[in-house]
């Protein structure tokens, strides 16, 4: 049975920093690309960053680069992203998921339906 847990959530004031940790069990690991998702209330589930299976490829949405920054520990079988900078928009729920397809410059993997395990997720909360 695969499960996917995310932790690191919180309550943080604007310019912030959050490290969310994302652990998956019952799959193997390296044979999945693996994303950050966020949604906020009333809005489309958005993708933030994905990373590729050898960890060598990254991508991320517009309006996190340079302040959000993904990796992945394959011998913890756990996934990161370092959050920076934290702005009041950034607040939502973070989900991790898994992937088996193949992260390409012409497939970046920001798209959820492309992700074949979800996480609960984990809160993420900015005041300003």
């Known amino acids: 049975q695969v499960q996917v847990v995310e932790s690191g959530g919180g309550l943080v004031q604007a310019g912030g920093s959050l490290r969310l940790s994302c652990t998956a069990s019952?799959?193997?690991?390296?044979?999945?690309?693996m994303g950050w998702f966020r949604q906020a209330p009333g809005k489309e589930r958005e993708g933030v960053a994905c990373i590729s299976r050898s960890g060598g490829l990254t991508y991320y949405t517009s309006s996190v680069k340079g302040r959000f920054t993904i990796s992945r520990d394959s011998a913890k079988n756990t996934l990161y992203l370092q959050i920076a900078s934290l702005k009041p928009e950034d607040t939502a729920m973070y989900y991790c998921?898994?992937?088996?397809?193949?992260?390409?410059?012409?497939?970046?993997?920001?798209?959820?339906?492309?992700?074949?395990?979800w996480g609960q997720g984990t809160q993420v909360t900015v005041s300003s």
């Open positions: 019952g799959l193997t690991f390296d044979d999945y690309a």
């Open positions: 998921a898994a992937g088996s397809f193949l992260l390409a410059p012409w497939n970046r993997g920001l798209a959820p339906g492309q992700y074949n395990y």
